[in-house]
Each structure stands twice: as structure tokens, then as C-alpha cells.
């Protein structure tokens, strides 16, 4: 738009809302502002210039300009389009989770960088790390907590101190550690953990971002990670996801057959 002032910026489509004919509402994660809403105009237009960088989890750099309290799309460069996602059902899936529980901790143009990292990186390990799904989602879950403030104290029980508690136990709702003979946390809310979740957790809670997937599990410690991570992410959040159920379901035993 003449006379408007413009904006560079770099942002992820967490959603992207059809509206008019040819019209879509983004939502963007930035790191400069936080999430922002964005009109794009003509965005399912074909032959649209930007309409590859107005799709659900592209990263991309955007020119904006803003009037009456709404950013308005000028020019947009498609940077990332995490094209092993696109490829399958269940990496789609999970990066939809991913972008709604992003969505959910982040606000309106407050800096968000360290969130924007970590959702470009966990999109980026579903596209192209060929770990297995449930270890993402289960390091992307207890990650993204540990950034919103929600970080689980996980160094030694939260009742004797025990460094390595014997049957840790998760509390989800007091996000505290305990040892399975020291009790506390009521029925439901208290996950069992072992050796190797235990160890799994604290590398996710306290070690380098860099290398939050840089870690391997077997299936039982996997299974208690992942319940853990979740019933925490529930408790702490205190909402459920749509995209996760969608994800879980395509999980199921059932839907395995051809």
C-alpha cells in the first residue's frame, strides 16, 4: 500500500484461516514480535506470488505493512518447506501439533526467539532426522514447557533428595520429582518413570538445546517418557489439542492396517 511503512520479518505459519474468496488470515511466529495475524489478499489465488509461503508451518521472510490494528501481506520468500513433512501423514501431523501447542504459549508482539528456535527445530527433526515420532514429540513437549515457564524440577525427589530416586515418579502437576516410596502426588498425576526416562528427562529439561533429540531409547523407557511428557503438557496447559488426537489416532494399532 502507497505511504504505508513496511517491515521485513521472518515467521512460521502456525494456522492459516480461509476467509472471502481468495483471502487467508496467517498466523505467524516471529522473533521479533511474537505472533502476529496477517491478511494476505488473494493468497488462494492461483498464480498468487506468495502462496507458497502463505501455507500452514512455511518458514519464510515476509514484507508487511500495517493499518487499522491488522498486518497486510506485501511480498513473502519461502525460506523452509520442511518437505519431508509434507511427504507423510504422520510427520504432517505432528508439525501441525507442534505449530497449535506453540501457538498456545506465545503472545501477541512479545519477542519470542528462543520459541521460534525451538519450533524450527523440532520441524526440522520431524522432516529430516528420522527419529522415531514419539521421541520428538515427547523432547518437543517437555521443551516447549521448560521455555514458557513451565520447567519441571527433575535433579532429585522432591520428598528425601535422592539424586536418583528409586522408582521416580513424575509429578505432573506439582512438575516435581519424587521417589516411588516416598508417595505424594495424587492417583492420576503421578507417572511412573525408570533408569532410562529419567535420564532421558533431565538431558530434555537441563541439557543443550542443540542436541535435544541426540538421544536414543528403548520402547518401554520411550512409552513412559512420552506418557509423562504428555500428562504433564495437559496438567501444566491445563487444555487439550486437536492436532494431537488427530496425531494419536493415526497411531492406533487399528489404523495400521491396509
Known amino acids: 500500500m502507497a505511504g504505508a511503512p513496511h517491515i521485513v520479518i521472518r515467521g512460521v505459519v502456525l494456522r492459516e484461516t480461509e476467509t472471502k474468496e481468495t483471502d487467508k488470515i496467517l498466523t505467524l511466529l516471529t522473533a521479533e514480535r511474537g505472533r502476529l495475524s496477517v491478511i494476505a489478499r488473494g493468497a488462494r489465488r492461483k498464480g498468487c506470488r506468495f502462496a507458497a509461503c502463505a501455507q500452514s508451518l512455511a518458514w519464510s521472510e515476509w514484507t508487511l505493512y500495517q493499518r487499522g490494528g491488522w498486518y497486510y501481506a506485501n511480498e513473502g520468500t519461502t525460506l523452509e518447506l520442511f518437505s519431508g513433512l509434507r511427504n507423510d501423514l504422520d510427520a504432517m501431523s505432528l508439525g501441525f501439533y507442534f505449530a497449535e501447542l506453540t501457538e498456545a504459549v506465545t503472545t501477541e508482539e512479545a519477542p519470542a526467539g528462543e520459541l521460534l528456535r525451538h519450533l524450527l527445530n523440532g520441524l526440522y527433526a520431524v522432516s529430516s532426522l528420522r527419529k522415531p515420532l514419539a521421541l520428538v514429540r515427547a523432547a518437543f513437549e517437555l521443551r516447549l514447557l521448560c521455555l514458557a515457564g513451565y520447567e519441571p524440577l527433575a535433579d532429585s525427589c522432591a520428598c528425601c533428595g535422592a539424586a536418583e530416586p528409586e522408582s521416580p515418579r513424575l509429578d505432573v502437576v506439582q512438575g516435581v520429582l519424587r521417589c516411588g516410596t516416598c508417595g505424594g502426588g ?54 487439550k489439542f486437536r492436532t494431537l488426537d488427530f496425531f494419536k489416532s493415526l497411531q492406533e494399532p487399528e489404523n495400521w492396517q491396509g
Open 186 to 239: 495424587e492417583n492420576g498425576r503421578s507417572l511412573p518413570l525408570c533408569r532410562d526416562s529419567l535420564a532421558a528427562l533431565r538431558h530434555v529439561v537441563y541439557g543443550e538445546p542443540k542436541r535435544l533429540y541426540s538421544f536414543t531409547l528403548g520402547p518401554e523407557p520411550l512409552r513412559r517418557l512420552s506418557a509423562a511428557a504428555e500428562a504433564f503438557m495437559t496438567a501444566q496447559l491445563e487444555r
